[in-house]
């Protein structure tokens, strides 16, 4: 049985807790590896360390943090097939999933290297009489991040990225479900060139959690999961003073208007709906076709496709649609929440509760799903389900569908497929949600715009990557500056004539 580490001044770390967290393999269901649970003591320890290193890192020049950037991309790319691989058989996904995981991490990794760009400050010449003023950002210190299960490559890199590159340390705590892939970017980190000490792995569960939010050396905290565990972070975290930003979960809510191209529309959803199994914060799963006849034509294009998706583990090749879920947990979870559906009366049109794979018979394979004639007040509609099942919630009217998703307490993102201009302007324009796709099923934005959401799905006042990353981790110095006058006139330069 392998015993995975901690990453701890650029050495792997044995956990000295005596705790455990066991890692599946999703596919199988078997345990391949112990993920060591931090003590307090070892979080200090990490910290420490950090924040040893820290004071001179942020002494070099951005010119040259942003060159350990550009060789961290090198390395990624060097080494995409081996992290996927791992990633995948960690986290369950498939392997072109597992490198798209890594690429949208490399993605705001490569907006990074503009680090002298986004940290200039701002200058006013002759604010008053003789009076400079100027700004500056100057990096926090010790920051860091918690991050989820479902992307271990790309969360850990749109929070450290940003963080190195601003001149912080940077304390990564990842899910213990899949740790590997956050242990091996930090090796890459150094081989690029990033001093000992700047990032440090440290895995563990809540007690890792607590021992973060605790330590008045550690001046930022990011965080993605569920809400409940995002509004304990935020709270705990300001409280403490520290600067937070955490980002929640997810029902998101995709419009089908009646002229809305239908195959367009349902091939959307079942890649939004199903992709990953459903375990992505910006999966649609929620679809509201506007009017009866959108509605009956949506379903009868949804049912083939749905039946006919390739379920099975990464090693099946890269035709298959999605894998496996995280854990025997969440399966049961999602097939519970399933049989709540049906038990309030909505229409399983398609079952995957049934699934059974040959030979992964142990595996964490949930079969898709499809329901109509959802309701507002079923589970299946108010819960993050975070699994391969799509609610369709049928809409009479525009204003009735805009209504689902406006009135839902979460707001990460949304979706309208029309061919009417005014409609989607209007939809853009009212929705109070914080990431909007017209046309486009997955509105997540490039590395160089933000990614956040809006109500329950988002906690702080920044959002990630793109240049609300470069505030999150800095703060302005403004510099007021006056110079006594009078030596040019006191000097004398000149012969004095002989008295």
């Not at 809540?206 to 930022?220: F, G, H, P, R």
């Not at 894998?323 to 097939?335: C, F, L």
């Not at 559906?341 to 030979?359: E, T, Y």
């Amino acid at each position: 049985m392998q015993e995975l580490t901690h990453y701890i001044n650029g050495e792997h770390v044995k956990g000295t807790s005596g705790r455990f967290s066991d890692v599946f393999n999703p596919a199988t269901g078997e345990v391949q590896a112990k993920c060591p649970l931090a003590s307090k003591e070892e979080m200090a320890q990490a910290v420490a360390v950090a924040a040893a290193a820290q004071p001179a890192w942020e002494k070099v020049n951005p010119q040259r943090r942003a060159r350990v950037m550009m060789k961290f991309v090198d390395l990624l790319n060097r080494d995409m097939d081996k992290l996927a691989e791992t990633l995948s058989r960690e986290h369950g996904k498939t392997f072109p999933d597992a490198k798209g995981d890594i690429q949208r991490g490399l993605e705001v990794v490569e907006y990074c290297i503009g680090a002298p760009q986004l940290l200039k400050g701002e200058f006013t010449d002759s604010a008053g009489p003789g009076i400079d003023m100027y700004s500056m950002r100057q990096a926090l210190g010790v920051t860091a991040g918690i991050t989820p299960f479902n992307f271990p490559a790309m969360i850990p890199m749109w929070m450290f990225a940003p963080a190195i590159a601003c001149g912080n340390a940077f304390i990564l705590k990842p899910s213990e479900r899949d740790p590997s892939v956050p242990l091996m970017l930090a090796e890459l980190l150094e081989e690029a060139g990033l001093p000992k000490g700047i990032i440090q792995v440290v895995n563990g569960d809540k007690e890792a959690v607590d021992a973060i939010l605790y330590d008045d050396t550690i001046q930022s905290v990011g965080f993605v999961g569920s809400t409940p565990i995002a509004e304990y972070i935020y709270g705990t975290g300001c409280a403490q003073g520290k600067r937070v930003q955490c980002f929640g979960g997810a029902k998101n809510h995709m419009i089908i208007m009646p002229d809305a191209d239908l195959d367009q529309a349902a091939d959307a959803l079942i890649g939004a709906g199903y992709g990953a199994a459903g375990e992505r914060c910006m999966a649609i799963s929620v679809a509201v076709p506007v009017g009866k006849e959108t509605a009956d034509k949506l379903i009868e294009k949804l049912i083939p496709r749905v039946e006919t998706l390739k379920v099975g583990p990464y090693t099946a090749g890269d035709d298959v649609d999605y894998g496996p879920v995280v854990t025997a947990a969440a399966k049961a979870n999602i097939e519970r929440l399933v049989q709540t559906g049906v038990d309030q009366g909505a229409d399983l049109v398609v079952d995957g509760r049934d699934f059974s794979l040959q030979g992964y018979e142990d595996g964490f394979f949930v079969g898709p799903s499809l329901f109509d004639n959802v309701t507002t007040d079923m589970d299946i509609y108010k819960q993050e389900i975070f699994g391969p099942v799509l609610s369709t919630v049928r809409a009479e009217t525009y204003e009735e569908a805009l209504s689902y998703a406006m009135d839902h307490e979460y707001g990460n993102g949304t979706a309208i497929y029309t061919r009417d201009g005014d409609t989607a302007r209007d939809f853009a324009n009212r929705i109070n949600i914080g990431m909007i796709g017209i046309n486009v099923p997955i509105p997540v934005p490039l590395a160089y715009h933000t990614f956040g959401g809006w109500k329950k799905s988002a906690f702080g006042d920044l959002n990630q990557h793109g240049p609300d990353a470069f505030k999150f981790y800095t703060r302005t110095k403004t510099i007021t500056s006056r110079w006594p006058s009078g030596i040019r006139e006191g000097g004398e330069f000149n012969f004095k004539a002989m008295d």
